[in-house]
């Protein structure tokens, strides 16, 4: 991982037996990623041991904020959101760098 970038940490929760509408959202949008200088550091399904856990933790990097913005209202993403929306129960987002030790 790069300290000069910006990271995103996406908590997913996905609603039970929309699996499938999801990773179909996924499949569409993550592509997009290299477009905006945008790179998928981890994408984890957990074994959600609890209801308060996620179901999937993605680690997402772009050089730039405004990178970052410009992926947020791509429009071929905006054309896919439907399929986010209906499912995934909730979401959290949490923005961050590195950390030098």
Do not use: C, W
């Not at 910006?6 to 290299?34: A, W």
């Not at 997402?60 to 905006?78: N, V």
Request: charged residues 35%; hydrophobic residues 30%.
């Amino acid at each position: 991982m790069n300290n000069n970038r910006i990271y995103y940490t996406l908590l997913i929760h996905v609603i039970k037996d929309k699996y499938d509408i999801f990773n179909e959202y996924e499949k569409l949008v993550l592509p997009l990623l290299t477009k905006y200088n945008g790179k998928l550091e981890l994408r984890m399904k957990t074994d959600k041991k609890d209801e308060n856990s996620p179901d999937e933790i993605h680690i997402i990097s772009f050089d730039t904020e405004k990178d970052f913005q410009a992926y947020q209202i791509d429009e071929e993403r905006e054309k896919h959101r439907h399929l986010f929306e209906s499912s995934v129960e909730d979401s959290v987002l949490i923005k961050g760098n590195l950390i030098n030790n």
